[in-house]
């Protein structure tokens, strides 16, 4: 009887006693979890986009390689390949004159970094646009007097066809004047073959 209510006592104690022992041991919290973003590498050499050209009449556009590097790099070459349909124009050119069309255009950069050689290579589509004409007259019937906005010399042919004539605002007969040809400029008249207008 004693023993027994011994082992019941011993038995509550050692309940309590791990409830305590629960309570007061709380329970480990998770460390916060932190992100570290990776640092973006830096390519030792980046070839730049070529942008649409423009070119006036025959002219024709320089095209060269363009590129950026990082500090410590050596550039070996920097050539170009240049094909229009199938046909290539050029290839391993450092510069490349193209008149108007498009084109397929490879740059390669070769360089050394750390005593490493490497190289870097993109093709890019290339637009050489031809620039639009100015347009500097403007046919007329000879029968109106007003020239279109942009056009106000006056053009006129009198008597034999050899007597061209152009008159500029504030001249004499500007006003009655009925052109045959308006142009932007006097000097527009004069390349098409007109005179000034003594009055």
Avoid at 20 to 25: G, H, L, P, T
Avoid at 148 to 163: I, L
Avoid at 178 to 198: L, M, N, W
């Amino acid at each position: 009887m004693v023993q027994r209510a011994l082992a019941v006592v011993a038995t509550g104690a050692l309940a309590f006693s791990g409830v305590a022992v629960s309570a007061a041991a709380p329970l480990p919290s998770a460390a916060p979890s932190v992100t570290v973003a990776a640092a973006k590498k830096v390519p030792a050499v980046s070839i730049k986009k070529i942008g649409t050209k423009t070119v006036s009449g025959a002219a024709k556009a320089t095209i060269k390689p363009s590129y950026s590097k990082a500090k410590n790099v050596k550039i070996k070459s920097a050539l170009l390949k240049v094909v229009k349909g199938k046909k290539t124009i050029a290839n391993k050119k450092k510069s490349v004159k193209l008149a108007a069309g498009t084109y397929k255009v490879t740059t390669t950069v070769k360089y050394q970094l750390k005593g490493k050689t490497s190289t870097v290579k993109k093709t890019q589509t290339l637009l050489v646009k031809k620039k639009a004409a100015t347009k500097r007259s403007v046919k007329m019937n000879g029968k109106a007097k007003n020239c279109p906005a942009g056009y106000p010399v006056k053009g006129n042919r009198t008597g034999s066809e050899k007597e061209w004539k152009y008159h500029v605002k504030g001249q004499r007969f500007y006003d009655i004047t009925k052109p045959e040809e308006c142009f932007k400029t006097a000097a527009d008249a004069r390349k098409a073959g007109y005179r000034a207008s003594k009055i």
